[in-house]
């Protein structure tokens, strides 16, 4: 041992001594190490070595399986949750996204291409967005028409898409504003699918008593998303609608899009697309200032839900094999309605595609909105002439206000049937 510690003995100098103090140091713990073995094997409790290794197994165990699955649990959360909001982002994207302009833009169709004289105006809505409008003026018996109707075009459409709706209805004596939403502004601008386009209703209709003689009354008509701001915008007092007709109107904005993601993404089952739209319900009001279900006719139609409910006679048209707005929402808005049932009609029309009614029977879908109108307005001009009266009364004491053959046969949503429909009332 004094060898060890003796520097002429070990050439080395430091570290040769550290090595052998390493080796001597292994060499007493592999001793204890035998020593602990031949005693745990005389009480028969194993190898020493083995229990170590059972009890690091089993700390090991729980230190890594337990929080593996937590982060597998979480991590399958997090995707999950990210990818409603990716969904939900690319929702709303579309839903606000500006329609692509084109030279086609100018290629339509004119009132006086249909031989009906004209007015082109220009209005502005109440955050400032300039917007056209066509006023097509009538006469009955020698004086310029007091019952104006107001068409609200479909998404993404131009008010030319309802001129044929316009010139059924021109010729039964109405005059007719038509005027494109905030899609076909003069500068491109922020839209929505039935929100911002309110404000474009709402300033049409001003602008329409403007251009109409004094004292007119207002009945409004819209197809598709045209028809979702009819409902809402009609049961406001301002407006002051005489009645609402619609061809295929959504019950509200979120079912719509819940519909529309089901068909993008098939292999999503429902309760996944209403998750989603219930993100993008979330997200909204941060991104654009309000929330999907404020786009909601049948809360509007519904008892308490507007200025007007219950009073506004309706007028809603719907295609059975509609696939955009499925026909389940037109019966939604027709059963939320609070207006009496006298004064509310729906027609199902079979064999018919989303707002393709028109173009199935054009004959008698003019004769019914035609007849449908000229009840609401007739009710509206007695009510107006004897308020204090039963509207018997009112037919009695206002009969020169009535049309030469009196009052429409029709009850409000009568008239002709269209071909292959099916009515509740």
């Not at 190490?33 to 070595?49: E, H, M, N, T």
């Amino acid at each position: 041992s004094r060898g060890i510690h003796t520097p002429s003995t070990f050439p080395f100098g430091a570290s040769a001594m550290a090595a052998a103090n390493s080796s001597a140091w292994r060499a007493s713990a592999h001793l204890q190490q035998l020593l602990l073995r031949r005693w745990c094997a005389s009480q028969g409790q194993g190898s020493v070595a083995q229990q170590q290794g059972s009890a690091a197994h089993a700390k090991a165990a729980a230190w890594l399986y337990a929080p593996l699955a937590a982060r597998v649990l979480g991590a399958g959360i997090c995707s999950v949750a990210l990818g409603a909001a990716g969904v939900a982002c690319y929702v709303l994207s579309a839903v606000h996204s500006r329609r692509k302009r084109g030279y086609t833009d100018e290629f339509v169709l004119t009132p006086e291409d249909l031989n009906m004289p004209y007015q082109e105006v220009q209005f502005f809505t109440e955050d400032g967005v300039s917007l056209t409008g066509w006023f097509i003026p009538q006469s009955l018996a020698g004086k310029p028409s007091r019952r104006v109707i107001v068409c609200c075009h479909p998404y993404n459409s131009s008010k030319s898409n309802l001129l044929g709706v316009a010139r059924g209805l021109w010729d039964r004596k109405y005059s007719v504003f038509m005027f494109d939403f905030r899609s076909f502004a003069h500068t491109p601008t922020a839209q929505s699918i039935g929100y911002l386009e309110l404000r474009d209703a709402r300033a049409a209709v001003q602008c329409a008593r403007r251009t109409a003689p004094e004292g007119a009354e207002i009945g409004l008509i819209g197809a598709s998303m045209g028809g979702v701001v009819s409902l809402i915008v009609g049961h406001e007092r301002a407006v002051d609608a005489v009645g609402i007709a619609t061809d295929c109107a959504f019950a509200g904005l979120t079912t719509v899009l819940e519909t529309q993601i089901g068909n993008k993404f098939w292999l999503l089952p429902p309760s996944a697309c209403a998750g989603i739209v219930h993100v993008a319900e979330l997200l909204n009001p941060f991104l654009h200032g309000y929330r999907l279900s404020e786009v909601s006719p049948t809360s509007v139609v519904a008892d308490g839900g507007s200025e007007r409910a219950g009073e506004v006679p309706l007028l809603l048209i719907h295609a059975e094999d509609d696939d955009t707005v499925t026909v389940s929402q037109a019966h939604s808005i027709y059963a939320a309605a609070a207006v009496p049932n006298e004064k509310k009609r729906l027609e199902v029309v079979q064999h018919c595609h989303h707002i393709g009614s028109f173009f199935q029977d054009r004959s008698r879908y003019l004769r019914l909105v035609g007849d449908f109108f000229d009840a609401s307005f007739t009710e509206a001009e007695l009510r107006k002439a004897c308020p204090e009266k039963s509207l018997e009364q009112r037919v009695v004491a206002a009969a020169p206000l009535l049309p030469s053959d009196g009052v429409p046969s029709s009850a409000p949503g009568g008239g002709g049937e269209l071909l292959g429909a099916r009515t509740t009332e």
